[in-house]
T-cell receptor
Framework: GEDVEQSLFLSVREGDSSVINCTYT??????LYWYKQEPGAGLQLLTY?????DMKQDQRLTVLLNKKDKHLSLRIADTQTGDSAIYFC???????????FGTGTRLKVLA | SAVISQKPSRDICQRGTSLTIQCQVDSQVTMMFWYRQQPGQSLTLIATANQGSEATYESGFVIDKFPISRPNLTFSTLTVSNMSPEDSSIYLC?????????????FGSGTRLTVV
């Protein structure tokens, strides 16, 4: 099927690490993305990973890719209250401009 | 990255009426996309708008319900026609950017539509 799956909710304490998981559908997707949606706002591209990479680090963000299991994760170190948002993973299957978005994970950071 | 302005940011509309959403980009782009995000759900692509040609609609979306204009390389409109409460959603405009060969989407801030 075409469902990109994510857990719906995650709650962490401020200063802890957050790990948001995603299972995607097409093992030949070239790029995989993480987007952030704050309340009342559009989507902001956080980071992406190319399919030939296992890991990508960008400041507090670490993306891990397991192509064999079609599993993508986003780790946020030292999570802050400003990180509270909905996080969407997305894949771009080859041969199409279309992105398939996950269901979104609502991250709540407790002070 | 491109800056996208969407108008209106929100609206409350009566059923049976139509609303036109505008999307303005600060640079010329070939492809513009319109997405719908229903309450508590993920994003669904409505259609792709290329300048100078008719929009390409995804399965489940038709031109009579969601007419799209793309008069130039920086502007597009999406109309939600003959609205019903089921059309209550966030509508997002998006463009594809390729800085340095990377393919990524940039999104506008969205239009939150409530149909009563």
């Amino acid at each position: 099927g075409e469902d990109v799956e994510q857990s719906l909710f995650l709650s962490v304490r401020e200063g802890d690490s957050s790990v948001i998981n995603c299972t995607y559908t097409d093992s030949s997707s070239t790029y995989l993305y993480w987007y952030k949606q704050e309340p009342g706002a559009g989507l902001q591209l956080l980071t992406y990973i190319f399919s030939n990479m296992d890991m990508k680090q960008d400041q507090r963000l670490t993306v891990l890719l397991n192509k064999k299991d079609k599993h993508l994760s986003l780790r946020i170190a030292d999570t802050q209250t400003g990180d509270s948002a909905i996080y969407f993973c997305a894949e771009n299957p080859p041969g199409t401009y279309k992105y398939i978005f996950g269901t979104g994970t609502r991250l709540k950071v407790l002070a | 990255s491109a800056v996208i302005s969407q108008k209106p940011s929100r609206d409350i509309c009566q059923r049976g009426t139509s609303l036109t959403i505008q999307c303005q980009v600060d640079s010329q782009v070939t492809m513009m996309f319109w997405y719908r995000q229903q309450p508590g759900q993920s994003l669904t692509l409505i259609a792709t708008a290329n300048q100078g040609s008719e929009a390409t609609y995804e399965s489940g979306f038709v031109i009579d319900k969601f007419p799209i204009s793309r008069p130039n390389l920086t502007f597009s409109t999406l109309t939600v026609s003959n609205m019903s409460p089921e059309d209550s959603s966030i509508y997002l405009c998006s463009v594809e950017e390729r800085p340095g060969g990377f393919y990524g989407y940039t999104f506008g801030s969205g239009t939150r539509l409530t149909v009563v």
